[in-house]
């Protein structure tokens, strides 16, 4: 299925650039990637009793970082391994800084979500929207928070990214779009696209 999600950074384009070149580098995608998947397939399998649980992410691999009209792109692409052993591509997509202002970025992620083969055979469509939504939702904004705070991304991938604009300083979620409390996001855009 298609996927989509953009936020808006407080960082300037410069500075978001050079540090998406280095988290593709260093791993950090990788622990960002392992994250958001493994949630979105344990929430999956938990609603709708899924075999999938056994698949994991085994793989991140990113493309070069290419600069064209004002913009910086990223091929990425997530490669798991299904129940069966069998690897698949589990996300292939472009991610997308965009300059948004003099200190603000907009960061873009538009692609494809796979489940593992017959995964998905007999699921209600709105459940795995639902769920790879949630998983492109935890990817952009730990990635977002790696891009502002070029610091914090070093941390374990259990840790990263708590403070994301969906969690709370305990690293509990908040459940609306006021997002009390959250960093040093300038918003994230309503309207993340599933089809």
Sequence with gaps: MFVGDHILMDVGFDSARRQLERLARDGVLLSASEHAYGAGITGLVE???LAAGTSRLVGVQPGDLLETEGCARLWLRWEAIGSDGTLFPALDADLTLSPAGE???VLTLAGVYRLPEHAGAGLDPGIVRCFAAITIDSFIARLACALMHPAGSAVPAGRAGQNSPRHGPEGRPHDGPGMRGAPAV?????G????
């Design 47 to 49: 609603t709708a009793g």
């Design 103 to 105: 200190n603000t970025t």
């Design 186 to 190: 300038a918003g994230h855009i309503a």
């Design 192 to 195: 993340m696209a599933v089809a």
